[in-house]
């Protein structure tokens, strides 16, 4: 397998991830948001931006010019996720996804700018 192969199983992994968590763990997410005093209309573009990048990913399997832009804007909210984690003083045990996908968007962006071949 080369960087592409890998980077192509990143961007189903970081989709699958974000689909999962946004469609069947959403009572999760409403209480993750409550405890970082983000309100709904945050969520919900949070939500509805993580979705399209997540089918902007699988869609640049096939398209690579579309994976750029997407894997960059989706590790920016794996970031700020983070960052709300620490805030609110998160267990690990709650840090290490979003921190797991910041790095696979980190890894997509990099290969899909040539900077890893």
Request: net charge positive; charged share 10%; hydrophobic share 55%.
């Amino acid at each position: 397998m080369n960087s592409y192969d890998y980077a192509h199983l990143a961007q189903i992994i970081v989709a699958v991830s974000v689909g999962y968590v946004w469609v069947f763990r959403f009572d999760n997410i409403v209480e993750e948001f409550k405890q970082y005093g983000l309100g709904s209309l945050t969520r919900t573009m949070v939500g509805a931006s993580k979705i399209i990048l997540a089918t902007l990913l699988v869609a640049g399997i096939w398209y690579p010019a579309l994976v750029l832009i997407p894997a960059l804007l989706m590790g920016f909210l794996m970031a700020a996720a983070q960052y709300y984690h620490f805030k609110v003083h998160n267990p690990w045990s709650k840090r290490v996804p979003s921190l797991v996908l910041l790095v696979l968007c980190v890894f997509v962006a990099a290969v899909s700018s040539n900077l890893l071949s």
